[in-house]
């Protein structure tokens, strides 16, 4: 990744943590539904030296709903496979209307570490943990090839 690729999608981030409304005289209750997208990547990307990341925005329908999902950066990961699973996710509590930003991040040797998600008053950050390492069945044995 080039290093002008990371400052846009640090600079994206940052603008969406800044705070949207700071007249808000409570602290406002958000209960989230995330299920890690644990994207499906060709072989050559999961042997490669790259580590990378897959960042979409979308805006939160009335119904805590992601809607009107536009990719910002992706470069490996099918943008169906994206749609579908970052629509499954919920936000209640977020007003209608609300920008969000999905930052998915891809260790080399680790697999996917971490996402990123960030709106108006709340940056929530998910990682991963354990065995994740998605390449580790075509790591070949001494003596063994396969076809």
């Not at 072989?43 to 979308?58: D, E, I, L, T």
Request: net charge positive; hydrophobic share 40%; aromatic share 12%.
């Amino acid at each position: 990744m080039h290093k002008r690729d990371i400052a846009l999608v640090v600079m994206v981030f940052l603008a969406w943590l800044a705070p949207r409304n700071l007249t808000s005289a409570s602290p406002q209750q958000y209960e989230f539904e995330i299920a890690f997208c644990n994207f499906d990547l060709a072989a050559g990307v999961k042997q490669a030296n790259a580590s990378f990341y897959v960042s979409y925005s979308f805006i939160v329908d009335g119904e805590g709903r992601p809607t009107n999902i536009t990719k910002l950066r992706n470069d490996y990961v099918d943008e169906k496979n994206v749609t579908s699973c970052l629509g499954e996710w919920r936000f209640r509590g977020v007003q209608k209307g609300a920008g969000v930003v999905a930052l998915f991040r891809w260790q080399h040797a680790e697999g996917w570490v971490d996402v990123s998600i960030s709106g108006p008053n709340f940056s929530e950050k998910i990682k991963l943990t354990g065995d994740r390492c998605p390449y580790s069945e075509f790591q070949s044995k001494p003596g063994v090839h396969k076809q």
